[in-house]
C-alpha cells in the first residue's frame, strides 16, 4: 500500500510540474524597440500601453521597452521587427519614406497643419500604410502624432533667405529636401545626440516639436523658435505578423483592445504636450517668435513644390490619399 501511494504521489507531482510547465510556456515576453527617452510622451504613451496588455492578456504577454535606441538605433528597429529579432517596435512613419513616399505624407510641409488636419489625414493615409507593411509580414497597431513642428535657430529667421547656408538637422528624406531647397545644410542627427550636435556645431537649426525642443534642452544651444506649424509627424507601432499569430486569439483582442486605446490616449497627450512643452520652452529664456508674413510666404512656397514633387514619387497610392484627405 505504501508503494502504491509513494507512486499515486509522484505521478501527481509529476503532473502537477507539467501543468506548471504549459502554465509558464504559454507566457510570452517581447522586447520593444524605441528611438525616444523615457521622458517623451510618446515613450510614455507606450510604457502604459504595456501595462495594459499584461493586465488584459492576464500576465501571458509581458512587453519590455527598450528605449532611446539602446537595443536598436531608429534606422534599424523597422528591419529588426521584419526580420524577428524583435516582434514589436516603433519608428517616425517618414522615416520610411525612402520605401514608398505614402510614408512621407504627414512630413509634407503645411500639407496638414493641425490636429484636426492631421487626424484626417492619418485616417487618409492608413490603409495605404497597412497594405505596405502587410507586404513586408508587419502590422501596424497604432499612430500618434508629434504636435506641430516649430522652427529652432540661433538667430533670428525673418525670411526663408536667413537659412541659406545654415547646417540644418534633417531626420528624414523629406526634411533633407525642404533643407536643401531652402539652401540650408542638412545633417542627418537622431534626438539623443542633438544636444551634442548643437555643441560641436554639425547643427545650426532645426524643425522639430516642443517636445523634443524642450526634452533636449534646446534652452542651451539656441535663441529662437518661430512657432511655424509646419506639419504633424507621426510615430508608428507595428509588430511582426508571425509573432502576432502565435498570441492566442484571446490575447491578440486584448493586444488590439490596448492599442486602440494607446492611440487614443497619445492623441490627447499629443495636445496637452504642445501647450505644455511650449511654455517650458519659454520659461527657459527661448524666444517664442510669430513667424513673419515673409517667412510663411517663402515657406508655403518650398511646401507647394515639395508636394508637387511628392505626388510624382507617390504614384496612384499618393492619388488615392490625397483624395481622401481633401473630401
Known amino acids: 500500500m505504501k508503494s502504491i501511494g ?13 501543468c506548471s510547465l504549459a502554465t509558464l510556456s504559454s507566457a510570452a515576453t517581447w522586447d520593444m524597440p524605441t528611438p525616444y ?32 535606441g539602446s537595443l536598436f538605433k531608429h534606422p534599424e528597429i523597422k528591419n529588426a521587427v521584419r526580420g524577428g529579432q524583435v516582434p514589436i517596435g516603433e519608428v517616425f512613419v517618414s522615416l520610411l519614406s525612402n520605401e514608398h513616399a505614402v510614408f512621407g505624407a504627414d512630413s509634407q510641409p503645411f500639407l496638414a497643419t493641425n490636429y484636426d488636419q492631421a487626424q484626417k489625414l492619418w485616417d487618409a493615409q492608413k490603409g495605404v500604410v ?25 538667430k533670428k529667421i525673418e525670411s526663408v533667405d536667413d537659412l541659406k547656408g545654415i547646417k540644418f538637422r534633417a531626420y528624414n528624406a523629406t526634411l533633407e529636401k525642404f533643407a536643401n531647397l531652402v539652401g540650408a545644410a542638412p545633417t542627418q542627427v537622431e534626438v539623443p545626440d542633438i544636444p551634442q550636435a548643437f555643441a560641436t556645431g554639425r547643427v545650426e537649426a532645426m524643425i522639430t516639436s516642443p517636445s523634443t525642443g524642450a526634452n533636449s534642452n534646446a534652452w542651451d544651444f539656441v535663441t529662437y523658435y518661430t512657432d511655424i506649424q ?38 490627447e497627450m499629443s495636445k496637452e504636450e504642445t501647450e505644455a512643452k511650449t511654455a517650458i520652452l519659454e520659461e527657459n529664456g527661448v524666444i517664442i517668435v510669430t513667424p513673419s508674413d515673409e517667412l510663411m510666404q517663402g515657406l ?26 481633401q473630401k
Open 6 to 18: 509513494r507512486k499515486f504521489f509522484l505521478t501527481f507531482t509529476s503532473l502537477v510540474g507539467i
Open 37 to 68: 527617452p523615457d521622458k517623451t510622451f510618446h515613450t510614455q504613451n507606450i510604457i502604459q500601453f504595456t501595462e495594459e496588455v499584461d493586465e488584459l492578456t492576464s500576465g501571458n504577454l509581458k512587453i519590455k521597452v527598450h528605449s532611446a
Open 130 to 154: 497597412e497594405t505596405l507593411l502587410d507586404k513586408q509580414g508587419l502590422m501596424p497597431l497604432f499612430s500618434v502624432a508629434w504636435p506641430p513642428q516649430g522652427l529652432y535657430t540661433k
Open 230 to 267: 509646419a506639419w504633424l509627424p507621426k510615430n508608428i507601432v507595428f509588430v511582426n505578423k508571425k509573432a502576432f499569430r502565435k498570441l492566442s486569439d484571446e490575447d491578440q483582442k486584448a493586444v488590439l483592445t490596448a492599442a486602440a486605446n494607446a492611440e487614443k490616449r497619445g492623441w
Open 300 to 325: 508655403h512656397e518650398v511646401g507647394d513644390k515639395m508636394l508637387e514633387d511628392w505626388k510624382k514619387e507617390a504614384g496612384p497610392e499618393g492619388e488615392i490619399l490625397l483624395e481622401a484627405f
